[in-house]
DNA sequence: CAAAGCTCCTGACCGC
DNA sequence: TGCGGTCAGGAGCTTT
């Protein structure tokens, strides 16, 4: 489902399980994508210490050191709901709460509902000391939000690669969290088609795709994220990015820039969106 | 080896 | 109203 805004955006709206203790787990399943882990690990006595984001993983830190991690895939949720609050009949939680596979119950009553649809989302246990040794994120790359992704460092990083640019943003071990809409909005942005090969970028159109992935990410989490089907923070709030999509999903339509018709194509077999008259 | 292809799964939507 | 085909924010495994 979401990429790294998305993520974001719902670490956000978890911030306030802080303190919280997990005494019970419901699990409706034993597996989503993979097996669910031991949740004995964090119930009991230990707290929530912090929420946090590493790629597209959430990342739940507990006082007795272990990290409880969570994928979403393409279409999991985590749900937040109150002690006593009335549900809202027509909400995603209730018309699709035969997806609710794992429920955590905190000692104030209030609960975590992970919810997913499809089931390609995962949940991972482990020690602090071993995190970056943890199987979802042991293999992944840069964020694209850091000091250390420049135009230089995806300059290097592209010129060793013949995949076409769209397919290289998109791949997790080289940089993380920018899925399909992103990659096809940065590069909108940044003037560049989405099959140009990557190592035939120059250094100029590195630098302007580097500079236009953090904008469009940063732009993105402050609007809530983008909600398209299955999209909503903890707290049930949709985001509004989707709004400002310049040629994601508006094939057919005309370019904001030059008043061309946008284009679709399949890449690796996703959608990439684009104007063949201002990208080049 | 890198890159492409296939796959997991459910639901929405479109055309007939 | 139903049936079949296509498509969907991801990414790991297999094939070429």
Redesign the pocket.
Known sequence: ???LP?VETICQSLQGIIGKKIVNVIKNRNDL?FILPNFKKIEGDCHVKAVSRQ???IRIFFSNEQILLI?????GRLILQKKNSEMNENSHEV??S??NHVIFEFDDGDRLIYND????GFMEICHRNVLNES??LA?IGIEPLSQEFTGAWLFAKCQ?????IK??L????II?G????YASESLFESHILPTRI?KTLSQKECERLAVAIKNVLQCAIASGG??????ANADGQTGYFQHSFKVYGRDGEKCNSCGDVLQKI?Q????SFFCKFCQK
């Open positions: 489902m979401p990429e998305e994508r790629a597209k993983v994928g979403l895939g393409m279409t018309k699709y035969k997806h649809i499809r089931r390609f199987k979802s293999k060793k690669s013949s995949k076409p397919n290289f998109m791949t997790n071990e993380v920018v899925g399909n809409i990557a983008s909600s398209l089907k299955d999209y399949k690796l077999g996703r959608s």
